[in-house]
């Protein structure tokens, strides 16, 4: 957290949004290489077998209340490791109605698998060509749509057309749509949001926020 203030606090020239998205920027840089810099976490089966370890070296020994103290460390240490985990595959497998500690970790596991695969796209039809290469379904995707959103659309006589259409929105409506977001709206809006759930594609998930 200390990192993320420092971060944050580091000026940026610009409007609102763009301070907004460079500081999004660069906290995730950030992040980035400060995770690189951590040690490898423990994982479920190294914390398991140093339990099973400190078990048969109590069944040769004289118990001791150190001896009792390390494995209720050990205990709590395995614990936190099969917790985290089971939220690390159930984040991956998107499946958020189910909580972390039900002991869904293989399921968690199979549906990333299953979320990985569907969200993949192998091949793509451009006329009568399959394109099956990644740099020409790229090319296809971002052509298909620059298309789509360039072409300009011919209406004759669009002022007539309008006079036809009712008006449903009153006077009292429009200012309220036209009025400025206000920080409150703002609050309400991002923690009515799934806290797992990133809002935009800079993957920052609703709780970070």
Not at 42 to 64: D, G, N, V, Y
Not at 147 to 173: Q, W
């Amino acid at each position: 957290m200390q990192k993320v203030r420092d971060c944050w606090k580091e000026p940026v020239k610009g409007s609102p949004f763009f301070v907004w998205e460079e500081k999004l920027r660069r906290v995730k840089v950030m992040l980035k290489s400060w995770a690189k810099t951590l040690p490898n976490p423990a994982t479920e089966k190294k914390f398991q077998s140093s339990l099973k370890l400190h078990h048969l070296q109590l069944e040769e020994t004289e118990i001791t209340k150190e001896d009792l103290d390390k494995e209720t460390q050990l205990q709590q240490k395995f614990h936190k490791a099969c917790l985290a985990e089971e939220e690390y595959w159930r984040l991956k497998s998107r499946s958020l109605w189910l909580k972390a500690g039900d002991r869904n970790s293989s399921f968690f596991h199979k549906q990333a698998q299953a979320r990985k695969c569907f969200n993949s796209i192998s091949e793509i039809k451009e006329e009568n060509y399959i394109l099956k290469d990644i740099a020409n379904i790229k090319k296809a995707a971002s052509d298909h749509f620059k298309n789509l959103y360039s072409e300009g659309m011919e209406v004759g006589h669009s002022s007539k057309l309008l006079d036809v259409v009712p008006h449903l929105i009153t006077a009292r409506m429009n200012h309220m749509l036209e009025a400025k977001v206000n920080k409150n709206e703002v609050k309400d809006a991002l923690f009515d949001m799934d806290p797992d759930k990133a809002p935009g594609p800079d993957r920052f998930i609703a709780k970070f926020l």
